[in-house]
Nanobody
Framework: QVQVVESGGGLVQPGGSLNLTCTAS????????MGWYRRTPGQDQGTQRE???????????DYSDSVEGRFVISEDSAKNTVYLQMNNLKPADTAVYYC?????????????WGQGSQVVVSS
């Protein structure tokens, strides 16, 4: 099994910054990519989470248009840890942020998800 645990988040004023951290642990044979997704308030739980940023293991990063230039994703591959630096936050960034680990564990290649971390941007 693979466990994905997030930390960080909280309440911040518009224009402020927050950091999120996510670590994957357990039986991990390979990590292909890690990333951050979010679900905004009022969004149906059955709808797909919005991709915020992702990073391929040892490769490039990808961002949604809505956060490009404001958010930075980075990783520490030795620790199976990914970080999200969020700058110039806007009320529209208010959401539950979920960490994703895509890799190969004991039960094959699949996605593993964290429990979610709340980010509220409000004055």
């Amino acid at each position: 099994q693979v466990q994905v645990v997030e930390s960080g988040g909280g309440l911040v004023q518009p224009g402020g910054s927050l950091n999120l951290t996510c670590t994957a642990s357990g039986t991990i044979f390979s990590t292909y990519a890690m990333g951050w997704y979010r679900r905004t308030p009022g969004q149906d739980q059955g709808t797909q989470r919005e991709l915020v940023a992702s990073i391929l293991r040892g490769g490039s990063a990808d961002y949604s248009d809505s956060v490009e230039g404001r958010f930075v994703i980075s990783e520490d591959s030795a620790k199976n840890t990914v970080y999200l630096q969020m700058n110039n936050l806007k009320p529209a960034d208010t959401a539950v942020y979920y960490c994703n680990h895509y890799g190969r564990g004991a039960d094959g290649a699949k996605d593993y998800w964290g429990q979610g971390s709340q980010v509220v941007v409000s004055s």
